[in-house]
């Protein structure tokens, strides 16, 4: 195993924590962030324009993303019966952290827009994810 990439994972999950702190999500809301990571890994992969590069950069980003949750899941396990997800019309934005909420009932699937940065938001069941650019 290479000790240049997993100080490069830590160093990643160090800086996580200095932006957002710790973070506490339920299990469902972590998938979304790390599919978002893995998405922005896609993108810089077979996007119009590949960047190798940040491929490799975006693939720190869900190593550390992935080592977040299962911190969370650990800090959890045996409470997570008792943990209530929070309500889609109530979770943040995954490119800019705005509260996004909806006025009217939503179905099993929906699409929004980001009050705040006007990205195109998609809700299935209890996941909040940003729908790529180029659908």
Not at 46 to 55: A, D, E, T, W
Not at 64 to 76: F, K, T
Request: charged fraction near 30%; charge should be negative; glycine fraction near 4%.
């Amino acid at each position: 195993m290479d000790n240049k990439i997993l100080k490069e994972i830590l160093t990643e999950r160090k800086r996580q924590d200095e932006k957002w702190g710790e973070q506490n999500h339920f299990p469902t809301y972590w998938m979304v962030i790390l599919m978002e990571e893995v998405g922005e890994a896609a993108r810089d992969l077979c996007g119009k324009f590949q960047n190798y590069p940040n491929y490799r950069k975006e693939l720190i980003h869900i190593a550390a993303v992935a080592i977040s949750a299962a911190e969370s899941y650990d800090r959890y396990v045996g409470e997570l019966d008792s943990i209530k997800p929070i309500p889609p019309e109530e979770l943040e934005c995954p490119s800019c952290g705005a509260l996004n909420k909806s006025s009217k009932e939503r179905e099993e699937f929906s699409i929004i827009d980001c009050h705040n940065c006007n990205a195109v938001l998609e809700f299935v069941g209890n996941c909040l994810s940003e729908v790529a650019d180029d659908i």
